[in-house]
């Protein structure tokens, strides 16, 4: 029994005694270790921000300035608006300048007018469109405010350019954004060109269609009165003619008369112009002294004339030629004629030399034709945005960085440098468990020979 115990005891003595094993990482060794090995992480660290460093100043500085357009005043585009055949707001004019800012045409054409900016952009390699479109799309940049925040005092326009080193980019960015606005006046002087001509053009068709109902109508006119003194000098003629055939059938209707009367006359003995009364008188002659009075409310009947009146009357009237006397309308008709002749009227329109000034409504649309000829169209002192911004040359680059590329350098030598320590402190501690491990798995037999030894003495 005591022989046993002292076996055990013993076996207890020499385990204890060995070197245990873990697998966790001893993190004030490992402190140790990094700490030990400070000056190679200092100068790893210096050598990669020396090599960043050395890197960022090889690379082609990237300068970036901007400038911002706002809404011109009022009287700027106080020449265009009063026009009266083209408005343009000064916030429209804005949108407008913005949008050719933003056109690809516009901005194509001033890349190809600049040769310099096309060789500062162009990179061995690359061709033209390529150089081009790394300028469209990566140099310039356009901005405005959010909708949300637009109003009067926030509307602007703003314009980026991003350009390498050796390059004029605010003079580049300033005749750029001139270069806009020239094109801009350029096609709202077309516009307005357009616009006015076509206002002539207009006006122009309305005075011809004046002038040719003028022409039309005036020669209506004329035929309207023409005609109607045509008519006026037929129907005078044909009353001279009935009026004529009147006369005639009196004159011959007084002939008959006349020829009946003398029959009478001859017949009652009447010779020379008597009466009734006096006839009676005649018969009474020798005769107690009568009064007789005569009631002269009816004619006295013709042949009372005598034949000697009757038949004088009847030659008169046997021998004329023309009754046209007998009745003074037909002097009113030769009257009516002869004024029928000329239509002074009709002269006087068909004699017009300046036959303008007779057209109604003429008067406006030749007021409104001098007014638009004497438009301006030339737009090159039109004011259509106001820069309150100009482009000027920055003092730093945007890109790169040098204190940033130096830092992260720095930073990445740190961090290969430490990971490659860790690992090794990692691997020399795998390393030394596997030893003690191994020690450990030899010293157990040994401590158990020893024990036997000791009990067996």
Same mark, same amino acid.
């Given at each position: 029994?005591?022989?046993?115990?002292?076996?055990?005891?013993? &076996?207890?003595?020499?385990? /204890?005694?060995?070197?245990?094993? &873990?697998?966790?990482?001893?993190?004030?060794?490992?402190?140790?270790?990094?700490?030990?090995? !400070?000056?190679?992480?200092?100068?790893?660290?210096?050598?990669?921000?020396?090599? /960043?460093?050395?890197?960022?100043?090889?690379?082609?500085?990237?300068?970036?300035?901007?400038?911002?357009? *706002?809404?011109?005043?009022?009287?700027?585009?106080?020449?265009?608006?009063?026009?009266?055949?083209?408005?343009?707001?000064?916030?429209?004019? =804005?949108?407008?300048?913005?949008?050719?800012?933003?056109?690809?045409? &516009?901005?194509?054409?001033?890349?190809?007018?600049?040769?310099? $900016?096309?060789?500062?952009?162009?990179?061995?390699?690359?061709?033209?469109?390529?150089?081009?479109?790394?300028?469209?799309?990566?140099?310039?940049?356009?901005?405005?405010?959010?909708?949300?925040?637009?109003?009067?005092?926030?509307?602007?326009?703003?314009?980026?350019?991003?350009?390498?080193?050796?390059?004029?980019?605010?003079?580049? $960015?300033?005749?750029?954004?001139?270069?806009?606005?020239?094109?801009?006046?350029?096609?709202?002087?077309?516009?307005?060109?357009?616009? %006015?001509?076509?206002? +002539?053009?207009?006006?122009?068709?309305?005075?011809?269609?004046?002038r040719e109902a003028y022409k039309v109508g005036k020669?209506?006119?004329?035929?309207?009165?023409?005609?109607?003194?045509?008519? !006026?000098?037929?129907?005078?003629?044909?009353? +001279?003619?009935?009026?004529?055939?009147?006369?005639? #059938?009196?004159?011959?209707?007084?002939?008959?008369?006349? &020829?009946?009367?003398?029959? %009478?006359?001859?017949?009652?003995?009447?010779?020379?112009?008597?009466?009734p009364s006096a006839m009676a008188a005649e018969s009474?002659?020798?005769?107690?002294?009568?009064?007789?009075?005569?009631?002269?409310?009816?004619?006295?009947? $013709?042949?009372?004339?005598?034949?000697?009146?009757?038949?004088?009357?009847? #030659?008169?009237?046997?021998?004329? !030629?023309?009754?046209?006397?007998?009745?003074?309308?037909?002097? @009113?008709?030769? #009257?009516?004629?002869?004024?029928?002749?000329?239509?002074?009227?009709?002269?006087? $329109?068909?004699?017009?030399?300046?036959?303008?000034?007779?057209?109604?409504?003429? !008067?406006? =649309? *030749?007021?409104?034709?001098?007014?638009?000829?004497?438009?301006?169209?030339?737009?090159?002192? =039109?004011?259509?945005?106001?820069?309150?911004?100009?482009?000027?040359?920055?003092?730093?680059?945007?890109?790169? #960085?040098?204190?940033?590329?130096?830092?992260?350098?720095?930073? =990445?030598?740190?961090? @290969?440098?430490?990971?490659?320590?860790?690992?090794?402190?990692?691997?020399?501690?795998?390393?030394? *468990?596997?030893?003690?491990?191994?020690?450990?798995?030899? /010293?157990?037999?040994?401590?158990?020979?020893?024990?036997?030894?000791?009990?067996?003495?």
């Open positions: 029994m005591l022989n046993g115990l002292w076996a055990s005891i013993v &076996t207890n003595v020499f385990q /204890a005694s060995a070197v245990p094993v &873990t697998d966790e990482i001893d993190l004030l060794q490992l402190i140790k270790h990094l700490f030990a090995r !400070k000056l190679l992480i200092a100068c790893v660290m210096l050598a990669g921000g020396l090599l /960043a460093g050395i890197y960022a100043y090889s690379l082609t500085p990237i300068y970036e300035t901007s400038t911002i357009l *706002r809404p011109a005043a009022l009287n700027d585009l106080d020449q265009l608006n009063r026009t009266e055949v083209y408005s343009l707001p000064p916030a429209e004019a =804005l949108r407008r300048v913005g949008a050719a800012l933003d056109s690809y045409d &516009t901005r194509l054409s001033f890349f190809m007018s600049n040769p310099e $900016l096309a060789k500062a952009f162009t990179r061995p390699g690359m061709s033209f469109d390529q150089a081009f479109d790394q300028f469209n799309t990566s140099a310039l940049s356009l901005f405005q405010p959010d909708d949300k925040r637009r109003d009067l005092l926030s509307i602007y326009i703003g314009l980026n350019l991003r350009y390498p080193k050796g390059v004029d980019g605010a003079t580049l $960015l300033n005749n750029f954004v001139q270069f806009a606005i020239n094109r801009e006046k350029e096609q709202v002087a077309s516009d307005l060109r357009i616009i %006015v001509q076509n206002r +002539l053009t207009e006006i122009d068709s309305k005075l011809d269609a004046s020669a209506g006119e004329v035929a309207l009165l023409l005609e109607a003194d045509s008519i !006026k000098r037929a129907e005078l003629q044909d009353e +001279l003619v009935a009026l004529r055939a009147q006369l005639k #059938r009196q004159r011959e209707n007084r002939i008959a008369q006349l &020829t009946e009367a003398i029959s %009478v006359a001859h017949s009652l003995g009447i010779v020379t112009p008597s009466t009474t002659s020798g005769q107690a002294s009568v009064m007789r009075t005569e009631v002269n409310n009816q004619s006295i009947p $013709l042949y009372f004339m005598g034949t000697q009146a009757l038949e004088a009357e009847k #030659r008169v009237l046997l021998q004329r !030629k023309n009754d046209d006397f007998a009745d003074e309308r037909v002097a @009113s008709i030769y #009257r009516e004629l002869k004024l029928l002749e000329n239509n002074r009227r009709s002269q006087f $329109l068909q004699q017009r030399q300046n036959e303008d000034i007779y057209i109604k409504g003429i !008067k406006e =649309l *030749r007021s409104e034709k001098t007014r638009l000829l004497s438009i301006n169209t030339n737009m090159n002192n =039109l004011g259509l945005v106001s820069v309150d911004r100009q482009a000027f040359e920055p003092a730093y680059p945007v890109s790169p #960085r040098k204190a940033l590329f130096v830092a992260i350098g720095a930073l =990445l030598g740190l961090l @290969s440098v430490t990971g490659i320590l860790v690992l090794q402190f990692l691997v020399g501690a795998s390393e030394r *468990r596997a030893f003690v491990s191994g020690e450990a798995l030899v /010293a157990r037999p040994v401590g158990q020979d020893a024990a036997k030894n000791v009990i067996a003495n």
